[in-house]
Nanobody
Framework: QVRLVEFGGGLVQAGGSLRLSCAGSGSIFRMNVMGWYRQAPGLQREWVAAISSGGGTNYVDSVKGRFTISRDNAKNTVYLQMDNLKPEDTAVYYC?????????WGQGTQVTVSS
C-alpha cells in the first residue's frame, strides 16, 4: 500500500521552530499538488499548506507568515518550515496530495508546542 512518511516533529517552546519532512514515491509527487495537514486532539484533520509541482504555494490563514512549504521534486520530498510556533499549532502533522487520497495517509509526526 502506498504510504508517505513524515518526520521531524517534536516538543518545542512557543516561539520556536521546527522543520518537517515528508518522503514518498515519485509516483505520488510527480505532477501532484502536495500538502500538509494536521489534526489536533478532539478536532477534525485540517489542511494547512499546499505547493504545486511548479512551486506555487497556499496556506490556511492561521499559519500565514509563520509556515513555509517547499518541495524537492528530485528527492520526492516536501517540507514544512514552521517558525514562531504557538500552542495552538500542537497536532499530528501529515502530508498528502491535494486533494488528499485515502491510501496515502501515513502515521504523521507529532508537534507539541508548550506555552
Amino acid at each position: 500500500q502506498v504510504r508517505l512518511v513524515e518526520f521531524g516533529g517534536g516538543l518545542v517552546q512557543a516561539g520556536g521552530s521546527l522543520r518537517l519532512s515528508c518522503a514518498g514515491s515519485g509516483s505520488i509527487f510527480r505532477m501532484n499538488v502536495m500538502g500538509w495537514y494536521r489534526q489536533a486532539p478532539g478536532l477534525q484533520r485540517e489542511w494547512v499548506a499546499a505547493i504545486s509541482s511548479g512551486g506555487g504555494t497556499n496556506y490556511v490563514d492561521s499559519v500565514k507568515g509563520r509556515f513555509t512549504i517547499s518541495r524537492d521534486n528530485a528527492k520526492n520530498t516536501v517540507y514544512l518550515q514552521m517558525d514562531n510556533l504557538k500552542p495552538e499549532d500542537t497536532a499530528v502533522y501529515y502530508c498528502n496530495t491535494v486533494p488528499s487520497m485515502r491510501d496515502y495517509w501515513g502515521q504523521g509526526t507529532q508537534v507539541t508546542v508548550s506555552s
